[in-house]
């Protein structure tokens, strides 16, 4: 879904701002849903049994996710959308513009695909708690929420100048990272099962902490703070119905 945002840069050179600010509410909306109902809610029913308060596992796990992803932020050169480029994050460097975009969007793409291999990894295993329909549904709301993703950043780089093919590219490539975290969220969770609390919360800690860092301010930046917040409770509910319908 990522490559298919991305190719709206095919049939125009500039999304609507408000367009893109429900775009992005609505995808911080999938996200906060998705860290609760697909991963906090399961991580806490698995730790019941375990030899801590079923509450530890989960925050652990969940403040080490929001650390990790806070640690990446500082140390990787990125550039979140509608900024300048003389307001990159991270380190000094001469990165373009355009890498530093890509950049924002792969380190944003790294607890989803955490979020969906960890799902995955628990139904392989065989785990009642987290079931294949739950996993299904995470993968199927993430998608959703990749698209605007995808525009998010061909767009802009379209409007930079760039050839409508490379901007495609660069936009896609954003999403390369995603498969590659599911991957190995799914070895590690298959490979250790008394991770899998810890492994669920990390993700959603990671999640929660692109939404509120990056998603939520970006969506606000265009000052549509209404048509935001109503796309975020969209997305919300569209990632609750799934989880509980699939789940």
Do not use: C
Request: hydrophobic fraction near 60%.
């Amino acid at each position: 879904m990522t490559a298919a945002g991305a190719a709206l840069v095919f049939l125009t050179k500039a999304v609507n701002r408000r367009l893109l600010d429900s775009m992005l509410g609505f995808a911080a909306g999938v996200m906060i849903a998705a860290s609760f109902w697909s991963l906090l809610l399961p991580a806490l029913d698995l730790a019941q049994d375990g030899p801590l308060p079923a509450w530890a596992p989960a925050l652990i796990g969940f403040l080490a996710g929001g650390l990790f992803l806070a640690l990446i932020d500082k140390v990787i050169p990125h550039l979140h959308l509608g900024f300048s480029r003389e307001e990159a994050e991270g380190p000094r460097t001469s990165w373009r513009r355009s890498v530093l975009l890509v950049t924002a969007i792969t380190i944003h793409n790294i607890p989803e695909g955490l979020a969906v291999g960890v799902a995955f990894g628990a139904a392989a295993a065989g785990i009642p708690e987290a079931g294949l329909g739950a996993a299904v549904a995470l993968a199927l709301g993430i998608g959703i929420q990749n698209f605007p993703e995808g525009a998010a950043v061909s767009m802009p780089l379209r409007a930079d100048g760039l050839p409508r093919w490379k901007a495609f590219m660069l936009g896609q490539l954003s999403g390369v990272v995603e498969p590659v975290a599911a991957v190995l969220g799914a070895v590690a969770v298959v490979a250790a099962r008394g991770l899998l609390p810890y492994a669920l919360s990390f993700a959603a800690g990671a999640m929660i902490f692109v939404v509120v860092e990056e998603l939520i301010p970006e969506s606000q930046r265009g000052g549509d703070t209404d048509l935001a917040t109503v796309g975020a409770l969209g997305g919300f509910a569209v990632m609750m119905v799934l989880d509980v319908a699939l789940g």
